[in-house]
């Protein structure tokens, strides 16, 4: 399931990175040029809207301010691990290593539980469970050390210039990058079908001893018929606020939308619906805002 990027691929980067550079100078994209008052009234700090149809930035603010990422940390750690080949089925163990995290956090995850690397996958990318994720990183060749060298060189092979991590679950605040770089990291995560399968599953129960314990997906959206979700990762933290990724298919077109740092438990999935919302309502056309 290695990601190989290819010519054309490459070609398409350097694109994006021209475009996203133009939009964050301020220069607009041939297209209707839209009135600042039909633009979305959007709450998160830092914000990119992404269409890859066109390879064209439809709004950013602040898109180019690296800032801590908490949980969309876990689509870099779901990359590098599947980039390692390990067996999928192989069993892992728990351990009370997987407990001490960067800040303290509840886990159903019990000492002595043991999942598959699939299963982990599975939780750490949909209901962004911190042990699982830590168990992953522990379990990678070469360990913890050798998985975030891992995750920085991807990070640099994506051209994420702004982006540096220390581990694997995003508690740290240490963990950083911008809008625009994870972007990058969003569209490299939708070519892996795993990553696409459980980032979108609404729930899933895993045996923790003796006993079946179910799992529901951080994001609300992906369980509502109205949104076509390909890739999404939540995150949070003090320090990052509330942070949301996706990809989703609008109007047919694919678009990526980056939300970081909105305060208040609603208002990414709030300024996710509004950038829906917008863009079904003539946004798909609009010039490079920036802000």
Known sequence: MRASMSCGSAGRSRLFATVVALALAGVGVTAPVHARSAEPKLRSNSVL????????VLYARRADVAAPIASITKLMTALVVLDAHQPLDESIEISAADHELPKPQP????????????????LALMASENTAAHALGRSYPGGMPALVAAMNARAAALGMTSAHFVEPTGLSSQNVA?????????????????IREYS????YAV???????EFHN???LVANPGWDIVVQKTGYIAEAGRCLVMEAVIEGRSVVIVLLDSFGKFTRLADAKRVKTWME???LNARVSMR
Request: net charge positive.
């Open 207 to 213: 045996r923790v001893r003796r006993r079946l314990v």
């Open 107 to 122: 886990s159903r995850l019990a000492v002595g539980t043991v999942l598959s690397r699939a299963d982990l996958l599975h």
């Open 200 to 203: 979108t599953d609404p729930h």
């Open 178 to 194: 911008s809008a625009a770089d994870l972007s990058k990291l969003v569209m490299a995560a939708s070519k892996y079908p795993v």
């Open 49 to 56: 809207v992404f269409d890859r149809s066109t390879d064209a």
């Open 281 to 283: 309502n003539g946004g």
């Open 218 to 220: 951080t994001d609300r």
